[in-house]
């Protein structure tokens, strides 16, 4: 019996994210999301009790642009989901996948002691963890 690789978030995900403010103006978030090239922001806890939000692109799209709101006056929280589903950096890709698939998200900060250490995405999940090349 041939015992596959397990391949996990870590292995996948990226060092590449940004976390801001949760009452950063929306404007602000799409300049910081521009200038470090993330689909996602990270919204940071406001104190230790509280959860990690998120913010893709496209909510800023559906919320903000499709409804005629002003970027300068909407604040990220308004446009948040949150709490974040967060991932552990030790989970199987696999496991990352079908969660993914029934919370209907494409991508997920990365967990680890309570604090964020990447991002992983179906992007990350497919281009660096199925097609990997036997060294």
Do not use: W
Request: hydrophobic share 40%; glycine share 6%.
């Amino acid at each position: 019996m041939t015992t596959q690789e397990i391949i996990r978030v870590r292995d996948v995900m990226t060092g590449n994210y940004v976390i801001i403010d949760g009452l950063t103006t929306v404007q602000e978030g799409i300049r910081l999301a521009r200038q470090n090239q993330v689909k996602a922001l990270v919204v940071n806890k406001r104190h230790q009790d509280d959860e990690y939000g998120i913010v893709l692109m496209n909510d800023i799209a559906k919320k903000v642009l499709a409804k005629n709101r002003s970027c300068e006056r909407t604040n990220i929280y308004e446009v948040m989901t949150k709490p974040a589903l967060g991932v552990d950096p030790t989970m199987n890709v696999k496991y990352c996948a079908r969660l993914f698939e029934r919370f209907g998200i494409s991508r997920a900060p990365v967990i680890e002691n309570g604090q964020v250490i990447g991002m992983v995405s179906y992007n990350n999940i497919v281009l660096n963890g199925m097609a990997r090349d036997d060294d």
